[in-house]
C-alpha cells in the first residue's frame, strides 16, 4: 500500500504563485511514476503532470509552460510549482502514484488539497 498526503493548499490572487506538495510513504518503490490531477464540481477528474522515475514529465496543455512537477526522492515528497496561476486553475488537486508505460496509470490517491484563484 502506498499513503499520499498532500499540503499547501490556499486562496491566491490571479497571477500569483502557488507550490503544493505530496508527501509519499509505504511502499512507494514500487511506484515508476507520480502525478497530480484535478478536479471541479460536476467534472471529471483530470491529469495535469506527471513524472516517471527515469524523469519524463508530462503536461496537459492547459499548465504547459506554467507548472512544474518535480520530486525530492530522499524525501520522497513530489511537487507541484504552479506560477501566472488562472481563475480556471480553480480546483481540488489530487496527488497520485502509479506506473508508466508509454501512458500514466495512477493507482493510488491522496485526499486532495483545494487550491482557489481569484480574479
Known amino acids: 500500500q502506498v499513503q499520499l498526503v498532500e499540503s499547501g493548499g490556499g486562496l491566491v490572487q490571479a497571477g500569483w504563485s502557488l507550490s503544493i506538495s505530496c508527501a509519499a510513504s509505504g511502499s512507494i518503490t514500487s511506484l515508476n511514476a507520480m502525478g497530480w490531477y484535478r478536479q471541479v464540481p460536476g467534472a471529471q477528474r483530470e491529469l495535469v503532470a506527471f513524472l516517471t522515475r527515469g524523469g519524463v514529465t508530462n503536461y496537459s496543455d492547459a499548465v504547459k509552460g506554467r507548472f512544474t512537477i518535480f520530486r525530492d526522492n530522499p524525501k520522497n515528497t513530489l511537487y507541484l510549482q504552479m506560477s501566472s496561476l488562472k481563475a480556471e486553475d480553480t480546483a481540488v488537486y489530487f496527488c497520485?502514484?502509479?506506473?508508466?508505460?508509454?501512458?500514466?496509470?495512477?493507482?493510488?490517491w491522496g485526499q486532495g488539497t483545494q487550491v482557489t484563484v481569484s480574479s
Open positions: 497520485s502514484g502509479g506506473y508508466y508505460s508509454g501512458s500514466y496509470s495512477p493507482h493510488y
